[in-house]
């Protein structure tokens, strides 16, 4: 029968029937260890308790008011996210998206609200990821995903990753925020060049421009720090969160300072399930997790080992996997074989993984995978690299 779902996505011939920490099971009973985490969103695994007990709590109490009253978890998390970061305020929504949105909402009023509404551009970069909508998607300017749904939302440029001079040659007066990812996930797990970033902030504060991460990936404990920009000693205006701040539930954080934020005034901006109750009270059982001092150790040591591990298969298979690229649990190998063979043959031998772009599977487990799993892994890497026809000479 044709499914009546709206045929966007290429799917994997695999439903997924209950999870449990690292492992997922499927609807004829199989077992797979989950590299992959729902897309980096799992990041306490799946069937947390702490998660579990947080979002039946809550479920059992009050789901959804509005954003006409005052919601006490909106207030409890915001409070959280300044104490761990930056920022000073925060704007709740409901996808990576919708974050980004606001972020670039944000630069427009705040430079509008100063007497400069000439100042609205975004400096971007090539090879990014920022969401779906039509602004996100000119913001990434990646011409497959706008392919058909032009006219392109107007205001964007863009640089090559990494190349600090072509920002420079881009900004201008009217340059509002630069937005870049501290590390790309989609673009195929890359980390740009140590002075890169602090090179933006350089240029930001020269130009008058907001400094705008889109942490929605890299951020929360991922990299081995709280925040991926942590990493790189650059503080930013505006940051983006979503995908591990739920754990599996849909929630997104655009986190600002005072000043950056000084334009978002009542009315300016909403969502009727942004910060949703049901929301708040999982996000805020996350953030006591992974902003735990050990729990940020142990994901930087884990991922040492599985970088190690990754070195070491890519020294012994160079024909078939060529690169390892990654932080922390934000790992990345580059395929020298046909990346979706890649992923089949290693979905078939009981691991998970998710492709990115420039030929990347991305090895992006929950955060709480344990060393044993680690190894288990690589073990199934090592297997399907063995059994791959390598690339020739
Ligand atoms: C996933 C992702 C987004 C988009 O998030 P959605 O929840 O799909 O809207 C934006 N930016 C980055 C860096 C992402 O990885």
Known sequence: MASAVMPTYARAPVTFAKGEGCRLIDTEGRRYLDFGAGIAVCGLGHAHPALIEALTRQANTLWHTSNLYRVEGQEKVAAKLAALSFGD???????????????????????ASRGNPDKWRILAFEGSFHGRTLATLAAAGNPKNLQGFGPVVTGFDHAPYGDLATAEALLGSETAAILVEPIQGEGGIRVPPPDFLKGLRALADRHGALLMFDEVQCGLARSGRLFAHERFGVVPDVMSLAKTLGGGFPVAACVATARAASGMTAGSHASTFGGN???MAVASA??????????????????????????ALVNRHPRVFEQRRGVGLMQGLRCAVPQDEAVDRLRDAGLIVVPAQDKVIRLIPPLIVEEPEIDE????LESVARSMPAKAA
């Open 89 to 111: 305020v925060v704007f709740f929504a409901n996808s990576g998206a919708e974050s980004n949105e606001c972020s670039i909402k944000l630069a427009r009023r705040y430079h």
């Open 286 to 311: 996350v953030l006591d997790i992974v902003a735990e001092p050990s729990f940020l150790a142990s994901v930087a040591r884990k991922g040492e080992t599985l970088a190690g591990g990754l070195d």
């Open 377 to 380: 892994a690589l073990l199934i």
């Open 277 to 279: 109750l049901l929301a």
